[in-house]
Each structure stands twice: as structure tokens, then as C-alpha cells.
């Protein structure tokens, strides 16, 4: 006789475990995917106050929202750039990566004017108190710094034409860009001559005499008033 081993199958109940390693999975994913919009939205939130900080000269607030908006738009950009190798997420992620590069860009030259600009004040605080400095030092350090700010602006200002539409409503209209590069190209140039403008090879003097409206004199003023 052969012997015959029955065997039955009773159906399990599921795990509440596998449920909760679902869902907590399906947490992360979500998680995963909305963290580089929120660094990216944190991002221009930072930019846009560090330049409210800027207008009201509260430039250390500035200088710290400056950083921490360059700060997650590299993290953002790093996450879209890589997620538009894979397909059916390009569209998306590669306008996202351009957004978030755009505002990396924005952000260092934020931080880059902050730099001119203490450079600047720091030169004319010398100036005008005698303290001894190192004039070419300084003023090869500020046009270095005009100089990048000039270039890096004009590279920025392409990029944001093409991402014009993604800024609307958050860009003030009356935002003249191409004025404002003019500002910065004439800084650059200012900047190139001026340790030799102040003294920096040879002791320069300098007659400054002033006039009013009333001393016009069709050649340049009275002196003698």
C-alpha cells in the first residue's frame, strides 16, 4: 500500500506588518519626489527676502538668506538633473533644473554684489580716514568681483528670458534688467581704473571746486565765490 499525504492548505491572514512597510515606503517615495519641489520653492522664498533684507540694508539678514537660497537650489538642481535621464519624467524635471539653476545663479551674484559693496565701503572708509591698506590689492579685488558680476549677470539674464514665464507674478514689472546691467557694466569699467584714479602707482592731487546755479558763468563757474 502506498501510504498518501494529505496536506491542506490553510490561507494565512496578512501581516499588518507588510501594510505598515507599504505605506511607510509609499510615505518615503512620496517624500522623495515633493522634497526637491519644496527646496526649490525654499529657494526663491530665501532669494526674494534676502533682496527685501538687501533694500533695507540689513545686509547680514541678506548675506545669510543668499547662501541658504544658494544652498537649496544646488540641492534641487542635483535632484532634477538626474531625474531627467529617465523617461516620462524629463519635461517636468528639466524645467525644474533650469528653475533651480537660474536661481543658484541669481542668488551668488546676491552674494557676489554683497562682497562688491563692503569691498567698496571698506576702500572709501580708508580713504577718507587715512588708515594704510594695500590700494591696488583692493581695487583689483573689486573689479574682479564687478567683472564676474557683470558676466555672470548677462548669462543669467539669457537664462531667465527663456524661464520668464515660470517668474510671472513674481518678478516686479517695472524690473528694468538691461538698466540695471548698464549700472554693473559702468561699475566694471569704474573699477579697472581706479587704484590708478586714486594713487596707486603715483601720489595723485586733485582740485575739486564746487558752483551752484547762480555761478554758471557759461564756463564753468566763479571761482573766486
Not at 55 to 72: E, I, M
Not at 88 to 105: C, E, F, I, P, R
Not at 111 to 126: F, H, T, V, Y
Not at 203 to 214: A, E, I, R, S
Request: proline share 3%.
Amino acid at each position: 500500500k502506498k501510504a498518501t499525504n494529505k496536506k491542506k492548505f490553510f490561507s494565512k491572514p496578512r501581516s499588518p506588518f507588510k501594510f505598515k512597510k507599504l505605506f511607510f515606503l509609499c510615505l518615503a517615495f512620496i517624500w522623495l519626489i515633493l522634497t526637491p519641489f519644496v527646496a526649490l520653492a525654499f529657494s526663491a522664498a530665501s532669494l526674494y527676502l534676502g533682496a527685501l533684507a538687501a533694500q533695507k540694508t540689513n545686509f547680514g539678514a541678506s548675506d545669510a538668506l543668499f547662501t541658504l537660497s544658494r544652498s537649496t537650489a544646488y540641492f534641487s538642481s542635483g535632484f532634477f538633473g538626474t531625474a531627467s535621464n529617465i523617461p516620462g519624467l524629463k519635461s517636468v524635471s528639466q524645467t525644474a533644473y533650469n528653475a533651480s539653476d537660474l536661481l543658484y545663479k541669481i542668488s551668488r551674484l546676491g552674494k557676489r554684489g554683497l562682497d562688491a559693496l563692503e569691498i567698496s565701503e571698506n576702500l572709501l572708509q580708508n580713504v577718507v580716514l587715512g588708515k594704510s591698506y594695500d590700494l591696488k590689492a583692493e581695487t583689483n579685488k573689486l573689479f574682479l568681483l564687478s567683472d564676474a558680476l557683470y558676466k555672470e549677470s548677462l548669462f543669467a539674464y539669457g537664462q531667465y528670458k527663456n524661464l520668464k514665464p515660470l517668474f510671472a507674478g513674481f518678478v516686479p514689472d517695472n524690473l528694468d534688467v538691461q538698466n540695471n546691467l548698464k549700472y554693473l557694466y559702468a561699475l566694471r569699467e569704474t573699477s579697472r581704473s581706479l587704484g590708478e584714479t586714486l594713487g596707486s602707482d603715483s601720489t595723485k592731487t586733485y582740485l575739486v571746486l564746487l558752483q551752484n546755479n547762480m555761478e554758471l558763468r557759461a564756463t564753468g563757474g566763479f571761482i573766486g565765490s
